[in-house]
């Protein structure tokens, strides 16, 4: 009798002792937070001591990605997708600012706002992205993320869908049951339009109150809208876009001077990145309307062809169509990179001649992909600020295509997980910094997610073998006005392809 009941005690205090230590070793897990800042619309060269102080002493003793990529289309929801999901577009399955999904609406594009995303599970019986994200890798492991920004409620809603903690915007609070508080602590909400610099120090705010404290969410996200919003107004370089660069570059200030009062005491990794580059715009017609005077579109309204910014969706996928505007496009000096499917999985070249592959930019959903996605041509032409980079596309400046200066963006990272100060030259893009968290905080990385563990930069990773390499695609078609070829460069690591960019010719037949 007493051998059983000092075996029974003996079995209790080993499994408090192992319960005991598992506590431990969790709580020491976690116990570094970590903080994800996104400058939208960041341009590398915009980081000066002068325009802005505040990041450019960050990124000297910083961990550097010095061959980082926005992922393609450059645009804002894509990019939010896919930092969130460590995917890329063909596999979350958010294609762009404006998206087709016929079940929510059969002849026209949706737009990419809470609002519209919100119906896409409904309408689709599926969920929203067809990837699984931080937020939800998170509440499998009981921790919690919290999102704040000042740009679009879109945006801000993708970078945590299924709101696991929170996410606070000026036009948008989740849970709703949180927007009570978050209106009393932090005060009433701020103008949301691009000259509003307030809704920066509302998120600021926001963030030094519920994401930077002892018992805040594990990782904390900030999203300032700006230099984008300034820079489409008033284009690269103008008086308004550096104020508004110096601007978040304060509020960045103001967070880093919070993590510096704590001390050692809250310890916390930061990773910084953007969405896109930018470049000068050059006015042009606008797709669907060239599609409509070159009789491929009945009106606005009809269903023949329906176009979602670059991505054009052709009826029953009819071949012929698909050609002949593939065709049309080639021939125009505005356009410029053309892309169609594949004839099979990991096809460099698209099925129509002169296209290269949805593959090869990652970008061929099963469900979600058009038939045609084009980027408007560039060119190294310098604005009269004497930022270089112009494109094809209407308004003053903006992203979304196909050029270096879209593409290639920052990543620093500083913290007690990180080398510092380190550079990567091994290519990298917003695809890999889920990747890279989880592997900070070991947890497992979800099957299917495309994005890679930027371990060259991170303290407890074994040396990081291999090298990367240039590969140059190839492409073109001839026609009795001349010929069309389109080139792409990749990076490529391993298993890893990195799309640096997309260039057009046009040569005229003699």
Known sequence: MKLHFRYLLCLFLLTTLQAA???????????????????DGLRPDYITEAQMPNLFAFRQSAAWGKQHHSVFPTVTRVNSASYATGSYPGTHGLLGNSIYIPEVAANKPIGTTYEDLSKIPAATSGPLLTAKSLGEVLADAGQKMMVFSSGTTGQAFLQNHTVNGAVINP?????????????NDIGALPETGHEGMERHKWITDALLKYGLVKNGPLVSAIWFSDPDGAAHEHGIGSEQAVQAIRYVDAQFGRIMEALRAKGTDEQYNIIISTDHGFVTHVARQGLADF??????????????VVVAEGAIYVKNHDEKVISNIVAALHKQEWAGAVFTKGLKKGDTHGKVKGTLSFDLIHYDHPKRSGDILVAPNWNDAKNDNGYAGTD?????????????????????????DFKHPATTELPTSNADIVPTVLAIYNLPKPAGM??????????????????????????????PWGTYKLSAEMSVFGDYQYFNYAKTERTPAR
């Open 21 to 39: 230590y598992a506590q431990g070793t969790a709580r020491g897990r976690f116990e570094v937070k970590t903080l994800i800042v996104f400058f």
């Open 171 to 183: 036009g948008l609070i989740l849970p709703e049951s949180f927007k009570a508080q978050v209106l």
């Open 291 to 304: 599609l409509i005077k070159e009789g491929f579109k009945k009106d606005k309204e009809s269903d023949d």
């Open 392 to 416: 094809f596309a209407g308004g003053v400046a903006g992203h979304g295509g196909a050029s270096p200066y879209e593409i290639n963006i920052a990543l620093f990272a500083s913290g007690p």
């Open 450 to 479: 495309d994005g890679r563990a930027v371990g060259e930069l991170l303290q407890k990773s074994r040396k990081v073998n291999g090298t990367s390499k240039k590969k140059l695609v190839k492409t073109e078609a001839a026609y």
